[in-house]
């Protein structure tokens, strides 16, 4: 999920550099979906991953 964020950030870069800037927009706009929902599943793992382990 990180991988996918940080593939979008890069490409919202390049076409901001290029010009392109409404697929920039949509770029960073699903860079920032795909980073929060990366968040929330990492801080729900480290919740509920370590519940089993005493």
Avoid at 3 to 27: E, H, K
Wanted: aromatic share 16%; hydrophobic share 70%.
């Amino acid at each position: 999920m990180l991988n996918y964020a940080i593939t979008f950030f890069v490409i919202a870069i390049i076409a901001a550099v290029l010009g392109f800037t409404s697929i920039a927009g949509s770029a960073i706009d699903i860079a920032k979906v795909l980073f929060f929902i990366f968040l929330i599943l990492a801080v729900l793992s480290f919740v509920f991953g370590r519940k089993g382990t005493v």
